[in-house]
């Protein structure tokens, strides 16, 4: 029996390799917490090649474990077949989507939200064009800087202030990524076009955002012209543009965000940055290409709020461990999840983004 | 089918949320790492031995089967449930009860997982040696019931040597203990071994007690490349017989580093098979001593050595026969992953059969594994899509296990023989082993609800 699901080659490839060795259950997050094998990488992947030969029909159960993965790729990092498994999931939910099968309600929601407003949290129109005068740096915040993370805009402002950098703000459009991550290709692909065409008609000379998510939408239009506020900064800094008025004396650890770290491989900018900072940084046990999810990743907290939270959580307590008094992370979505657990679990730990840091010592 | 009736009993005993019927769970837990698919008709995660007992003794009462099931990352179909019924999740069963520094001894649940005890074990010097590769995930329930080996094994031996006790319930319901707590005891019948490598086919395991070791300070590491498959061989005869105990005697053979390069980035010299030697122990100068005979035992048969000078040389060694199943599964797209194991003085021969069974069905077969204790790892490499190169790779496993069995060897090393090996299993067992086998099963489970359908197959 056809499913008359039909997805690229390339995606079969990779569905087909798992050969269900079940390495991924020591890094798949949703599957930390919910202990079932449909929660895992290896469940997800038995149950796409369920859904491909025609065995099961798509019905909300299934639709959940497909669409709860955030696309974290930590099962990536530890799979013996090296199974593309963000790849091959985002395929198959593109294929269920483009099938006419109705994606988990709160995602329906997000998608109608982007593409009536531009934005999910379907407040009005962002500014969809730079908001004041020419400068050297175009900054684009992404969606939830702008309404969950506001102080952290205005940290990256005071950064750019303090070295002088002219700049402007882009506010939207939406840069499509969650959409991508949640089987809408298309609509994904056309915003992130339109995103870039505003973007070019621009004449900054750098791009930043502090979004990984955004900053990977925008590659492979940009290239190498939009970076991620991190290496910006540190660029800033190498050029001695960015001085550092005073250090900080705390421990911290630092939560290496999954889009950034292990999809653009981001990882040292950060730290050095921690490290000019005066802070004195410990690694969690799971830092670099093992970071455990925070859960917020793709809006994944819209989605499936309970699991985010659970992830966020756990990952406070990982931090906790270590015994820092600073968690240090360096995505407006990880820096949101992060803040809500630790008020919820940890409340003497402070939570900030690395520009919160920087714009502190810098001012 | 499992009846309404069945299916609100178990939730009676292990409470609704640790049971299901959903067809995406079923799906899930059909399926291990070897090519086998069965659908459970319920899966149930107990978390206590009477919870075990208890479901057991109603599964024996209606005649439903049970399959047991640790992390599913068996290579055999151990786990995966060929006449339906319930299959029963261990992995909510996952403390460790007691580490007993003294007796270096420790008491674990099944649902523990290999890592996670070894990083408890850390603290006070000890480990548990016999290291499965999917250490990671894999659970110590698991490992004992398929008495798994690993790397280590060459030195230290397989689960079989480490279990010391087992809490045991049988297919009746009824909880055994058996085993003692002294490393020497001749105190009735041996069921510990008995239940070691029974594939979860004797009872559900639901207490064990583990001998551990000190661990080793110091290590060393060689590799040395041979210029044929012969030489190699020999080589690892020499050292293994000369008494040198390698904590790691490895090989890979050309086509595992052609792949590996290319993966990974590494070069190594022209060969025709790599050895890894590593040597571990509680002071330098005699891993050294040993590592040095065997450089020269190696070099007597025409290996080029090269001796790890630093930790990360040593690091590099290992990342290259880490890489090994990485590399290999991204040539093709389906792999086979066998461990038909030969006596150490039959390696050579055994690689050799496999090259000319990788001619004779036209697939190509890669070969690494643990080759001190002769457990080779033939991958075969295919598309289980091309239904035509699918049914030569399954007829060039079939010749591999002949091979194996004809040099002396058996059909599976550390994996298991579950659903995978079953219909071979007469050509290394002989019709009275075969009849007391039964007999035994028979004895344990009258009505063959354990984990029917596994091992001598039906």
């Known amino acids: 029996m056809a499913s008359g699901l039909s997805l690229p080659e390339n995606a079969l490839r990779e569905i087909f390799r798992c050969f269900r060795c079940g390495y991924c259950r020591s890094a798949c997050p949703t599957f930390a917490i919910k202990g079932s094998e449909s929660w895992n990488a290896r469940g997800r992947l038995i149950l796409a090649r369920e859904l491909i030969e025609g065995h099961v029909e798509p019905d909300k159960t299934i639709l959940d474990r497909i669409f709860s993965c955030n696309s974290c790729g930590a099962c990536e990092v530890v799979c013996p ?21 109705k994606p988990p309600e709160p995602i329906v929601k997000i998608h109608e939200a982007i593409l009536r407003h531009g934005n999910p949290f379907g407040r009005g129109q962002y500014q969809e064009g730079p908001k004041e005068g020419k400068g050297e740096v175009l900054l684009f915040p992404g969606c939830v800087a702008l309404e969950l993370e506001p102080g952290l805009i205005r940290a990256i402002e005071a950064i750019l202030e303090a070295a002088e950098v002219p700049y402007s703000i882009l506010e939207g459009p939406c840069c499509g990524s969650p959409l991508h991550n949640m089987g809408f290709k298309g609509d994904a692909e056309r915003l992130a076009e339109r995103l870039a065409s505003k973007i070019r008609s621009s004449s900054a000379e750098h791009v930043i955002t502090p979004c990984p998510m955004c900053l990977l939408a925008l590659r492979p239009y940009l290239g190498q012209r939009v970076e991620h506020t991190t290496t910006f900064m540190r660029k800033l800094m190498d050029e001695g543009r960015l001085v550092l008025k005073r250090k900080v004396g705390l421990k911290a650890t630092y939560h290496d965000p999954c889009v950034l770290g292990r999809q653009l491989g981001i990882y040292e900018a950060p730290r050095e940055l921690i490290w000019q900072s005066g802070l004195e940084l410990l690694e969690m046990p799971r830092s670099r290409a093992n970071s455990a999810c925070c859960g917020y990743g793709y809006l994944n907290f819209m989605a499936y709020p309970e699991l985010a939270r659970e992830m966020a959580k756990r990952r406070i307590l990982e931090a906790l461990e270590v015994g820092v008094d600073v968690l240090i992370t360096a995505c407006p979505s990880c820096l949101h999840a992060l803040s809500e657990a630790a008020r919820e679990v940890a409340r003497a730990l402070a939570v900030s983004d690395v520009s919160e840091v920087i714009a502190e010592l810098a001012t | 089918m499992i009846g309404e009736d069945l299916v609100r009993e178990l939730e009676g005993i292990v409470g609704p949320e640790n049971v299901s019927t959903d067809l995406v769970e079923r799906l899930c837990y059909a399926r291990d790492a070897s090519e086998n698919r069965a659908l459970p008709g319920v899966v149930v995660w107990p978390q206590t031995t009477e919870q075990v007992s208890a479901i057991l ?147 559900v395991i639901t207490k064990i007690m583990l001998r551990l070791f000190p661990r080793p300070r110091h290590r060393a590491v060689m590799s040395a490349f041979a210029p044929g498959l012969r030489e190699a061989g020999k080589a690892i005869f020499y050292v293994m017989s000369r008494g040198l105990t390698p904590s790691a005697a490895e090989i890979m053979d050309k086509y595992t580093l052609e792949a590996v390069s290319k993966y990974a980035g590494m070069e190594f010299p022209d060969c025709e098979a790599m050895l890894i030697f590593e040597f571990d122990g509680f002071t330098t100068s005699d891993v050294r001593a040993r590592l040095r005979e065997a450089k020269k035992l190696c070099e007597a048969s025409n290996l080029k050595v090269k001796v790890a000078e ?136 009258p009505n063959e609800i354990l984990n029917p359908g596994k091992i001598w197959g039906d």
């Open chain 1, 81 to 101: 077949a090296v199974v593309r498994v963000v790849d091959a999931l985002t395929a198959l939910k593109s294929a269920l989507v483009a099938s006419g099968v």
């Open chain 2, 57 to 203: 003794k109603l599964a024996n009462e209606h005649k439903v089967p049970v399959t047991p099931r640790g992390a599913g990352t068996c290579l055999s179909g151990g786990p995966v449930p060929i006449r339906g019924g319930i299959l029963m999740v261990m992995t909510k069963m996952n403390h460790i009860l007691d580490i007993n520094i003294e007796d270096m001894l420790a008491l674990v649940e099944p649902g523990v997982v290999w890592q996670q005890l070894n990083n408890a074990l850390e603290p006070y010097g000890l480990f548990l040696p016999p290291d499965p590769a999917s250490g990671s995930v894999c659970t110590i329930g698991g490992c004992v019931a398929e008495n798994a080996g690993g790397v280590r094994a060459v030195k230290y031996g397989t689960f079989r040597d480490w279990v010391q006790w087992l809490e045991v319930v049988l297919p009746t319901g009824e909880v055994m203990e058996t085993g003692a707590r002294t490393r020497k005891w001749v105190s009735g019948y041996d069921l510990v071994r008995l239940f070691v490598g029974s594939e979860g086919t004797l009872g």
């Open chain 2, 310 to 445: 630093t930790e990360a040389e040593a690091n590099d060694i290992w990342r290259a026969r880490k890489s090994a199943s990485p590399a290999l599964a991204r040539l093709r797209p389906s792999s086979m992953h066998e461990d038909a194991t030969v006596p150490t003085s039959k390696v050579a021969e055994m690689l050799v059969r496999v090259r000319e069974i990788s001619k004779r069905w036209g697939v190509l077969i890669a070969t690494f594994g643990h080759a001190g204790d002769g457990n080779l790892h033939p991958v075969i490499l295919f598309d289980e899509r091309d239904p035509d190169e699918h049914d030569r790779a399954m007829r060039a496993a079939e010749d591999i296990f002949k091979a194996a069995i004809e040099l002396g060897g058996t059909l599976t090393g550390e994996h298991g023989i579950g659903l995978s090996k079953a219909r071979f299993f007469s050509l290394e067992h002989g019709s009275v082993e075969i009849k007391v086998l039964r007999a035994i099963k028979k004895a344990l489970d």
